[in-house]
């Protein structure tokens, strides 16, 4: 198993458990002290219905004993885990190197889609506590496992590239069958059109097409894309446009949504993400911080 199969797994798990939170934290509109977090309460009033069915109310006490029964205990579990997670990374000063926090931050961004710099910024805001909370709970989860320097080293040596983020652009194309039909198009951009609108009408790209020409993200080592694509973004600031240039497949005008730098590490850098790697194949097959309750002294209406 690959270890961007294993994050991309690791993000579903996280955001299942944020929509969880965010769901229970809602409905009680309580305000997490401890991570700043708050929400606006769904209910103002709980003394009046939260529905009506055919005349019949359902009462907000029944709708929140539901919740609690179906997710009051994971979601407390989950709060429990992050409060202990942050409090034993201070107790312990764990410092984690703060690229490789941008860097996850930027593989993250990669599964988005298009979306205003505004909105991007929000959500990698929204995201460094989940990536911080993730290495701190590495961390402490490996901290008392030693793995001996010369078998970092070595997997240093055998996986570099995989530490490395390379320059990656998010990328639309309108592809046309020639120059003139491409000079055509030049010509309505210059003029204002929408790049989204003019490649669905001229775009002759039948995989982008109806998506406004989006083609995603692309590393500047992609196989997938021709060098000139990437030659051409260079020059380009985000959100502008192209002039046509040729390929085999026709003349294309290429949109440049976003640029994400290139974030390279040394080995001094990286050398104990790596031990914290290495030393999560003696924890097992559990990613949790229950094993930490014990010592955080946690005691919950649960019980064990």
């Not at 996986?159 to 069958?177: A, C, M, N, P, W």
Request: glycine share 6%; no cysteine; net charge negative.
């Amino acid at each position: 198993m690959t270890r961007k199969f294993l994050w991309g797994i690791i993000v579903v798990l996280l955001i299942t458990n944020l929509t969880t939170l965010l769901i229970w934290v809602n409905v009680r509109g309580q305000v997490d002290d401890a991570e700043n977090y708050a929400a606006k309460p769904l209910v103002e009033n709980r003394n009046e219905p939260v529905a009506l069915v055919g005349g019949e109310p359902i009462e907000y006490e029944e709708w929140e004993q539901e919740l609690q029964n179906q997710y009051g205990k994971s979601v407390l579990r989950h709060m429990i885990d992050r409060q202990v997670v942050f409090k034993m990374a201070d107790q312990y000063d764990i410092q984690i190197e703060d690229k490789l926090i941008q860097r996850e931050l930027s593989l993250m961004e990669t599964m988005l889609g298009v979306m205003e710099r505004e909105q991007i910024e929000a959500e990698r805001k929204r995201w460094l506590d989940e990536v911080r909370y993730r290495f701190y709970l590495e961390e402490l989860l490996t901290k008392d496992i030693g793995i001996k320097s010369e078998k970092i080293k070595s997997y240093y040596k055998e996986h570099e590239d995989q530490y490395d983020f390379d320059e990656t652009y998010q990328f639309s194309q309108i592809l046309v069958k020639t120059q003139q039909e491409a000079n055509k198009v030049k010509k309505e951009l210059d003029e204002g059109a929408s790049f989204e609108m003019l490649a669905r009408e001229y775009s002759i790209d039948g995989f982008t097409k109806e998506s406004g020409g989006y083609l995603g993200y692309f590393s500047k080592k992609s196989q997938y894309l021709p060098g000139i694509y990437f030659r051409t973004a260079q020059d380009l600031s985000p959100q502008s446009y192209s002039s046509p240039f040729d390929t085999d497949q026709g003349y294309v005008l290429l949109y440049v949504h976003r640029k994400l730098p290139s974030i390279t590490f040394s080995f001094e850098e990286v050398k104990k993400q790596i031990k914290r790697e290495l030393a999560l194949e003696y924890v097992g097959d559990s990613f949790s911080a229950k094993p930490l309750w014990e010592e955080a002294q946690v005691d919950w209406v649960f019980g064990d």
